[in-house]
């Protein structure tokens, strides 16, 4: 037989033999990861908690169909108390459900990843519907509130993960010029034509984990993260002051709905102020329309010095977009956000997403049976990630970069770790697509060998470590190649 003949049967029997070997570890995987559901399962069994399994598409729909049924009724007493009573429910929900869809997007189920992502944001939407409604409500009872020194209407809340501060004008006076939430280090100064309008102004400023989950799909040229949280600044119209004849109260109500009527801005001008203005500069009337916000951001995230910046959610492009906004300056020593914008939008300081990306080094070791170590060193920091049966934490960073204290001795998916990192700077992500990624001189791998790499590593890792290796970029797409040592002994190459 040639030696041509031998060599490929020799290969087709390798192969044979490698494929018996995944099959065999791929039906242990799925084993295990069972035996972590159903572990999980029992232990929410054991709490006996009032919520859906996440995994249960008719129990998740039939409470949510409840909740958004569940009116919020502040007549008697109007405040906050009504809403924030439901929030530990729906956070705890939440929580739940981004769990699931992070075991889902690594073990590649696209159905139930696209199932838990449309829940985790039909919970959301009426999460806001109902902070439009218990907004709304307050608003029309104004007079069960003490008023401002200068006669206008505020009033703060907050809870873990929302701070709250609604504004509304009442006295129209041109000598008022600032909104201050000093409880809540928010703040917004008003314009002439927000001082002179029967407007309200509202703040709420959110931190949770899942509060940027409707800003994850985006298009444009680069993809990019919020970072320390996002404020959701809205204009409303103002409704009239309850009027008291005898024993009957009437409040105006502006939507039949009961929620906010929000309003266009800047408004829309008549025929006159356009022909007075036509003469002027387009900056004076950028300066007249825009408000100075600020507000909070934590002082242990970490910024990309040449991506950081404070914009604001374009949602008819789907973008964060930066066109309105000026005089941003993030102070993270004060913790503390200041920028001038024309938009009643989502605004929030976003930096990119793949600011690490191309990593310029990696390695990953296993110090014992199904443990591993993950050492990644980024364009700027790098990262150390122990890795375990389903599950990862962070052990440490760059010298610069400190382990948010809420990420510290935590075990997560590993989506979920690079995900909850994000929020606080460190951007280690992987993208879906090439997209706004700089590949420099690096060569674009075939998702085939990416793959078949993928699987070897994971086969070797218990009796090697494996390593970048600098020649990879000289081969082509078909071809990839890194650094192995098998434990003890000096490296080698494949």
Not at 235 to 258: C, F, N
Not at 358 to 367: K, Q, T
Not at 428 to 452: C, D, T, Y
């Amino acid at each position: 037989m040639p030696l041509q003949w031998q060599d490929q049967a020799r290969l087709e029997d390798e192969r044979v033999e490698m494929q018996q070997i995944l099959d065999t570890k791929s039906g242990e995987l799925t084993i295990m990861l069972d035996k972590i559901q159903r572990a999980a399962e029992w232990k929410k069994f054991l709490e006996c908690s009032i919520l859906p399994h996440p995994n249960s598409e008719c129990d998740v729909n039939t409470y949510l169909g409840l909740w958004a049924e569940e009116a919020i009724h502040v007549e008697e007493d109007p405040s906050l108390v009504p809403l924030f009573n439901q929030l530990p429910n729906a956070e705890a929900l939440l929580l739940q459900l981004e769990l699931e869809r992070a075991y889902a997007k690594d073990n590649r189920a696209d159905k139930a990843w696209s199932r838990l992502h449309e829940h985790i944001n039909k919970l959301l939407d009426i999460l806001n519907g109902k902070w439009d409604s218990v907004s709304q409500q307050i608003l029309q009872h104004v007079d069960f509130f003490s008023r401002e020194p200068n006669e206008n209407f505020q009033l703060t809340g907050t809870t873990d993960n929302y701070s709250f501060g609604i504004w509304g004008n009442l006295t129209r006076n041109p000598r008022h010029k600032t909104i201050e939430f000093n409880d809540l280090n928010m703040s917004a100064s008003l314009p002439k034509p927000l001082v002179l309008s029967n407007v309200a102004i509202r703040m709420i400023h959110m931190t949770g984990v899942n509060c940027g989950v409707p800003y994850e799909l985006q298009e444009g040229d680069g993809h990019r993260s919020f970072v320390g949280g996002i404020l959701h600044l809205d204009l409303s119209e103002m409704p009239d002051p309850p009027k008291h004849v005898d024993a009957w109260t009437i409040r105006q109500i502006l939507s039949p709905s009961g929620n906010l009527k929000r309003l266009e801005y800047p408004f829309k001008k008549t025929a006159t102020e356009v022909a007075e203005e036509e003469g002027n500069d387009g900056a004076n009337d950028s300066m007249m329309w825009s408000t100075l916000i600020s507000f909070p951001i934590p002082t242990n995230v970490t910024l990309d010095s040449d991506s950081a910046k404070v914009m604001f959610w374009n949602a008819e492009f789907k973008m964060w977009d930066d066109d309105g906004i000026t005089d941003d300056d993030i102070d993270l020593e004060a913790g503390r956000v200041k920028c001038r914008t024309t938009h009643f939008a989502p605004t929030a300081v976003v930096q990119n997403t793949y600011s690490e990306l191309p990593y310029r080094d990696w390695m990953l070791e296993s110090p014992e049976i199904n443990r591993a170590v993950l050492h990644i060193y980024g364009k700027k920091n790098e990262l150390h990630i122990d890795i375990r049966e389903g599950e990862c934490q962070v052990i440490s960073g760059s010298p610069e970069v400190v382990v948010p204290k809420p990420l510290r001795n935590k075990w997560f998916p590993p989506s979920l770790l690079l995900k909850r990192l994000s929020q606080f700077g460190i951007n280690f992500r992987g993208p879906q697509s090439m997209k706004g990624v700089e590949m420099e001189e690096w060569v674009l791998k075939n998702p085939a060998v990416e793959e078949a790499c993928l699987q070897g590593i994971s086969l070797c890792t218990t009796a090697m470590s494996f390593r970048r290796s600098p020649s990879n970029r000289l081969l082509a797409a078909q071809s990839a190649r890194s650094s192995s040592a098998r434990l003890g002994k000096p490296s080698i190459r494949r």
